[in-house]
């Protein structure tokens, strides 16, 4: 069973700073690509930012220059430090994980639960 739980969501004032962590299991974590995506309230779901096995990353454009997404394979999570934080950032945060449960198995996506993002002063 693959499991990603997400923590470090809050309250933050604008220009502020959170680190999101999302903590995988039941994965193969190291050959599996990260993202993270949000939902605004009253929106759908967007993509935010996706980091491949490899390393190499991508951002949506909104955030490019302010949020950084990393991983540590030893620790089987991935983070996403978010600086400058604006009012529109405010959302539910969601870890995604495109990978294989089994070597043998076709991978997969799978999703955390979501943690809450909120920029307000």
């Known amino acids: 069973q693959v499991q990603l739980v997400e923590s470090g969501g809050g309250l933050v004032q604008p220009g502020g700073s959170l680190r999101l962590s999302c903590a995988a299991s039941?994965?193969?974590?190291?050959?599996?690509?990260m993202g993270w995506y949000r939902q605004p309230p009253g929106k759908q779901r967007e993509w935010v930012a996706t980091i491949a096995s490899g390393g190499s990353t991508n951002y949506a454009g909104s955030v490019k220059d302010r949020f950084t997404i990393s991983r540590d394979n030893a620790k089987n999570t991935v983070y996403l430090q978010m600086n400058s934080l604006r009012p529109e950032d405010t959302a539910v945060y969601y870890c995604n994980a495109y990978g294989r449960r089994l070597a043998w198995l076709l991978p997969d996506n799978y999703w955390g639960q979501g943690t809450q993002v909120t920029v307000s002063s």
């Open positions: 039941g994965i193969i974590f190291s050959n599996s690509a």
